[in-house]
């Protein structure tokens, strides 16, 4: 006789749970299957399957499942390097990456290049040797990562939890993943959201994505690659709680990405997902290893790797009208030095750094004589991340000495860009003057302004014992400084404090 036949109705939900928690704590780490995350939910034991109890009860011991939304945008990089030029490209092979004689990896390939072979991750001299009538592509790393994140931030728009990656020269640039889990009520059912997010992204990036709903990672990713081409955006979406039955069908070598492993499975006669989730995990990991354990929670519908959203970088602005208009730089110094003084405390307070800054300055063209912008943009990389407010003053104001506005200034905006947490380091205690490579990155950057990026720069000693004096260094250039000399330590704003600018930019503020 079960314990809970003599209980009232409303005790035996909670003894039956406390039965099947002593019986999880019999093995440790080990759930039992209703409760297993990625389950079903429905009960497997006989005294819960034959309980009598409320819905309610039901839905509070089935595990939630997430719903993400997987955008993928087949050779995004060769779309973006085809919409930068001006004239259209022949119908011959295109490899993008460099040159053939440069060193460098394949980033990007045309699908006539990937029938000669070229394959992405390949040298480009071995490309070359493949198909020497292809036409090779320099990459732009920066135009294409801000066009991901201007497409990310528009995405933040119907989400908050947006996970992607920006770096052009990883092989998961192109695909991104967005949380749709409580947001039917404020943008509607989910083939709506898609078409929303394809209308907001139609001037950001080249092309229909690819769009596939799941409850995994790897279920939406393989949803999104059977996506039918039709309509404005693609879609194939997975049905809540399906993932299970939905790649169970699927060929097995979608679990993993090793030749070696797809291999194995073939050998073993494991053609598709569904015979690969039959089998007992302890056979799977006796066979592969810690890839079989991933590979057989991947074939059950079970979540490998958790959704970790992206952290967007950090904006803070102002601004302060001047009336009445300044025409000096000497009187923009005031203005300057009251906001950066304001950015200074704030970063000093919350542990943080900015690594760039814009300085927009609008123009009185009152009597102006010729036809003048309304308003100025400097954009200037720090050399490191500060949380000094007196270093960015003074940065920008030699900024501006180098190219003063061409009319009076009457109002000035202020923003500090890529905002994020100090980073910490662990500093040396014998060496003194620990941060002299970071004050000489402030010091080269301030010359770069004054006389010419392109005079400005540092050695690296790259081989010593080199038998030519002139192969023992090169000379590396400062460019917009953003370049660091060679082994530098983190000031003080990395290590959690402020950084302390170079003894030229510590002079007295007006």
């Known amino acids: 006789m079960p314990a809970w036949r003599g209980a009232s109705f409303c005790e035996r939900p909670r003894r039956v749970f406390a039965a099947q928690s002593n019986q999880s704590r019999r093995r440790p780490g080990s759930w039992p299957e209703s ?70 990896p394949v980033l990007d390939a045309s699908r006539s290049a990937l029938e000669l072979g070229v394959r992405p991750g390949m040298p480009l001299g071995a490309a070359h040797r493949l198909a020497p009538e292809a036409l090779f592509l320099d990459p732009d790393p920066a135009a294409e990562g801000i066009s991901l994140e201007t497409a990310l931030d528009r995405l933040a728009g119907f989400s908050p939890g947006v996970a992607a990656e920006t770096d052009p020269r990883r092989p998961g640039f192109g695909r991104v993943e967005v949380q749709l889990d409580g947001l039917e009520r404020l943008w509607g059912p989910e083939p709506l959201i898609v078409q929303r997010i394809g209308e907001a992204l139609a001037g950001t990036l080249p092309g229909p994505p690819l769009a596939g709903i799941g409850g995994t990672r790897f279920a939406a990713a393989v949803a999104a690659m059977r996506a039918v081409v039709g309509g404005e955006v693609p879609l194939h979406v997975v049905e809540p709680g399906a993932d299970a039955e939905y790649l169970a069908p699927l060929p097995a070598g979608l679990l993993s990405r090793d030749p070696e492993v797809r291999a194995r499975l073939e050998r073993f006669g494991l053609r598709v997902i569904g015979q690969v989730a039959e089998l007992p995990r302890s056979a799977m990991v006796a066979r592969f290893g810690p890839d079989g354990e991933l590979i057989h929670a991947r074939s059950r519908g079970e979540e490998t790797d958790p959704f970790r959203p992206r952290r967007a970088p950090e904006r803070m602005a102002m601004a302060l009208p001047i009336d009445p208009p300044v025409v000096d730089v000497e009187g923009l110094r005031f203005v300057l030095h009251r906001l950066t003084a304001a950015f200074g405390d704030q970063l000093e307070a919350r542990g943080a750094a900015a690594a760039r800054t814009r300085l927009t300055l609008e123009l009185d063209r009152s009597f102006s004589v010729g036809e003048l912008p309304p308003s100025l943009t400097v954009d200037q990389h720090l050399p490191e991340p500060t949380s000094e407010g007196l270093a960015i003053e003074r940065l920008l104001i030699a900024r501006l000495e180098t190219a003063p506005p061409p009319a009076p200034v009457s109002r000035v905006d202020l923003e500090l860009c890529d905002v994020a947490p100090a980073a910490g380091c662990q500093l040396t205690l014998f060496t003194p003057q620990t941060g002299r490579t970071g004050r000489l990155g402030w010091q080269l950057a301030r010359l770069g302004l004054r006389f010419g990026e392109e005079r400005i720069g540092w050695m690296k000693l790259d081989d010593p014992e080199a038998p030519l004096a002139e192969a023992r260094w090169t000379w590396r250039r400062q460019s917009g400084g953003r370049s660091t000399p060679p082994a530098a330590t983190p000031s003080r704003a990395q290590s959690g404090g402020r950084s302390t600018p170079p003894a030229d930019l510590r002079g007295r503020s007006p």
């Open 35 to 104: 409760l297993r995350p990625g389950s079903s939910g429905r009960p497997l034991n006989r005294e819960l399957s034959g309980l009598r109890c409320p819905r309610l009860f039901l839905s509070y011991i089935r595990f939630p499942s997430m719903r993400l939304l997987h955008l993928y945008w087949p050779h995004l990089l060769l779309r973006l390097a085809c919409s930068r030029s001006s004239t259209p490209f022949a119908a011959v092979p295109i490899v993008l990456g460099g040159k053939p004689w440069t060193n460098g």
